[in-house]
């Protein structure tokens, strides 16, 4: 990881869901977001590059170590020193980032979930996080619309264990929970080589549902005063959302290739998103 101030050049050259969701932000709110997104982007790195256990977890503590550091604009990162001028200026938790490292210990430390339970506090701390985070940059005037963030971080992460379920069996990760696999008569095993059948498509479709249902309690939660701020996670909410729908119309079939939606499709869902926010009478910037 370079000690480069990297945010700018982690977010250029991303091309996720995420930064398309929210380049229509102004600039003071852009760059904080592209700072938080870089950190959480060097964070997952460290878990998910090459290296051993050992190894990724000492430098998962050095992380945590100059984290703290940047919080007193002491680090040797220059990222994190940048983050600390950006929670202060947002008035961000610092609970929020330490948490998220919480949530990256996780991966390195538990491969599988017994419970939903158990999924739902890796959930929150992976993703609902970075919403938190994110609902301070974009100014609230409701504390509900907090819950909305907290749900529709949990939806997001749902919706990317679904999606990604193959992948990260593959490198050792099962994150559906045990008593799932029981519930439906479906096994790890069975996961592990790819087996697609009735057991399978009922198992994935009690999990889409379960995303879903996070998506509508986070709708429900969201203040119509703040419905224009957040304009850009409902953008995220509903990018996402449309991979759950082609994942329901392709049968499941997620032992095939990635299933994503086409970038045309994301820049007519940001727009129509944009524009459906109350008082939006500006056009979107891009610079």
């Known amino acids: 990881m370079s000690k480069n101030d990297v945010a700018d050049i982690i977010t250029k050259q991303s091309k996720t869901n995420f930064m398309i969701s929210f380049s229509m932000l102004p600039e003071p709110k852009r760059e904080a977001i592209h700072t938080v997104y870089a950190f959480c982007r060097c964070t997952d790195d460290i878990v998910d590059e090459g290296g051993d256990h050992a190894s990724k977890s000492a430098m998962?503590?050095?992380?945590?170590?100059?984290?703290?550091?940047?919080?007193?604009?002491?680090?040797?990162?220059?990222l994190l020193n940048k983050l600390h001028v950006i929670?202060?200026?947002?008035?961000?938790?610092?609970?929020?980032?330490?948490?998220?490292?919480?949530?990256?210990?996780?991966?390195?430390?538990?491969?599988?979930?017994?419970?939903?339970?158990?999924?739902?506090?890796?959930?929150?701390?992976?993703?609902s996080t970075v919403g938190l985070m994110c609902s301070e940059i974009f100014g609230y005037r409701?504390?509900?619309?907090?819950?909305?963030?907290?749900?529709?971080?949990?939806?997001?992460?749902?919706?990317?264990?679904?999606?990604?379920?193959?992948s990260?069996?593959?490198?050792?990760?099962?994150?559906?929970?045990?008593?799932?696999?029981v519930r439906f008569g479906y096994t790890e095993?069975?996961?592990?080589?790819?087996?697609?059948?009735?057991?399978?498509?009922?198992?994935?479709?009690?999990?889409?549902?379960?995303?879903?249902?996070?998506?509508?309690?986070?709708?429900?939660?969201?203040?119509?005063?703040?419905?224009?701020?957040?304009?850009?996670?409902?953008?995220?909410?509903?990018?996402?959302?449309r991979i759950l729908d082609k994942i329901e119309r392709k049968q499941y079939a997620v032992f095939e290739d990635k299933i994503s939606i086409s970038s045309a499709s994301k820049f007519f869902i940001a727009l129509r998103e944009y524009f459906s926010s109350p008082s939006c009478d500006v056009l979107p910037r891009y610079d």
């Open 60 to 78: 998962l503590a050095r992380w945590t170590a100059e984290l703290e550091r940047g919080f007193r604009s002491e680090s040797s990162y220059p």
């Open 168 to 181: 990260d069996a593959l490198i050792g990760r099962i994150y559906i929970p045990h008593e799932d696999f």
């Open 189 to 241: 095993d069975e996961l592990l080589a790819s087996v697609y059948n009735d057991s399978f498509v009922r198992l994935m479709r009690y999990e889409v549902q379960r995303a879903r249902e996070y998506y509508d309690r986070a709708r429900a939660s969201l203040a119509v005063e703040d419905h224009r701020a957040f304009a850009a996670a409902r953008i995220m909410d509903r990018i996402y959302s």
């Open 87 to 127: 929670a202060t200026r947002f008035n961000i938790p610092a609970a929020h980032f330490f948490e998220l490292i919480r949530g990256m210990r996780m991966d390195l430390d538990k491969a599988r979930y017994e419970t939903f339970d158990e999924l739902s506090e890796y959930c929150y701390r992976v993703a």
């Open 142 to 166: 409701n504390t509900q619309t907090l819950q909305y963030a907290i749900d529709l971080g949990i939806a997001l992460q749902l919706t990317n264990i679904v999606r990604d379920v193959r």
